[in-house]
């Protein structure tokens, strides 16, 4: 038996319904979640649902991650960042830039300590089972940060086979990042599914995060911060994948960086300083798009990757007859 040794956090029990299931007329579910908007001076705008209770921000994280690495020396070009920064699909050119990160830092993919997974990208899966290829730790889609992680730690010259270990300096490095765009601490740790540390903030903590990170070229432009924010808009293929909705956000969207996460979290960072923060209380990930999609036309923003996001029908006998639809905002 699983022992908690928390409550369920008020980010999960205090979400609203924020979209709906509609299928011919009739709503047939719901998904509860929490979103949350900050200023240009991190302050909290606007809430649906808890904004201030900690939650795990899974690979939402990863843009804070790699800011504590270039922060520790790690110097890529912008496709390579961006790849760090990446829940990457496992397509051929993904797999290539993580080879090149490990290469320059003198090392190979027997090095990743990311747990073994076939890539995320349907046909690249296939291809995999098809030639007997076995899942690896390059083709999981953390094998970017973990390559970045290694490639730190060579260039400060740390320990390289501890790496994942909350104390190991690199791993403080990421916490002292977090909390220093966050503005708040990080009040609980855990494994990742790729098992590196995840660090638990609030939610507000997250968008402010991104704010802060996507307003850094203009704020200050020879920041590192502003190196992630460059290598995320200038190489969205790279943070994500060729069909990836997080990609066409990034790349439709002037300005804007954003990075999803598991368990139905994504995160927003607009050029004027302002963040956006969803958690769907479920984990379910359909419904995490249409509701950042609604939040962000709620707060102005206008961009025609925002109808992709929106589109999400329900079929019957395979026609459309209803579809998922955020609610409330």
């Not at 704010?211 to 020879?222: C, E, N, Q, T, W």
């Not at 995320?232 to 969207?253: Q, W």
């Not at 999609?293 to 079929?315: C, F, K, T, Y």
Request: contains cysteine; charged residues 20%.
């Amino acid at each position: 038996m699983i022992e908690i040794s928390t409550p369920a956090p008020a980010v999960l029990t205090e979400a609203p319904v924020v979209a709906e299931l509609v299928r011919n007329g009739f709503v047939e579910s719901v998904h509860h979640a929490s979103v949350v908007v900050t200023g240009p001076d991190g302050s909290v705008e606007r809430a649906w649902g808890d904004a201030q209770t900690p939650m795990f921000p899974r690979s939402s994280n990863k843009p804070m991650q790699a800011l504590a690495m270039v922060r520790h020396g790690l110097d890529l070009p912008d496709d390579l960042l961006a790849l760090v920064c990446a829940s990457h699909s496992g397509e051929p050119f993904h797999l290539d830039g993580v080879r090149r990160i490990l290469a320059g830092a003198g090392l190979d993919e027997s090095a990743l300590q990311n747990t073994p997974s076939h890539p995320l990208k349907e046909s690249e899966q296939h291809r995999f089972i098809r030639e007997g290829l076995p899942p690896s730790s390059i083709a999981q889609n953390c094998s970017g940060k973990h390559a970045g992680m290694l490639a730190t730690c060579v260039v400060a010259g740390w320990d390289i086979s501890t790496y994942r270990d909350p104390a190991h300096p690199l791993q403080v490095a990421i916490r002292e990042a977090v909390e220093d765009v966050a503005a708040e601490p990080v009040t609980a740790l855990a494994v990742d599914g790729c098992g590196a540390p995840v660090m638990a903030i609030t939610l507000a903590g997250l968008a402010r995060s991104f704010g802060s990170i996507a307003a850094a070229p203009v704020r200050a432009p020879d920041s590192e911060q502003a190196r992630i924010a460059t290598a995320i808009r200038n190489a969205p293929e790279f943070l994500g994948g060729t069909d990836r909705d997080v990609t066409a956000l990034i790349a439709k969207t002037p300005g804007l960086v954003a990075k999803d996460g598991a368990e139905a979290v994504v995160a927003v960072g607009l050029a004027d300083g302002r963040g956006v923060a969803v958690k769907v209380a479920d984990g379910s990930g359909r419904a995490r798009m249409v509701v950042l999609a609604a939040a962000l036309r709620a707060i102005g923003i206008e961009s025609e990757a925002l109808a992709q996001l929106e589109h999400s029908p329900v079929l019957g006998h395979g026609q459309p007859v209803g579809a998922l639809v955020a609610t409330g905002f």
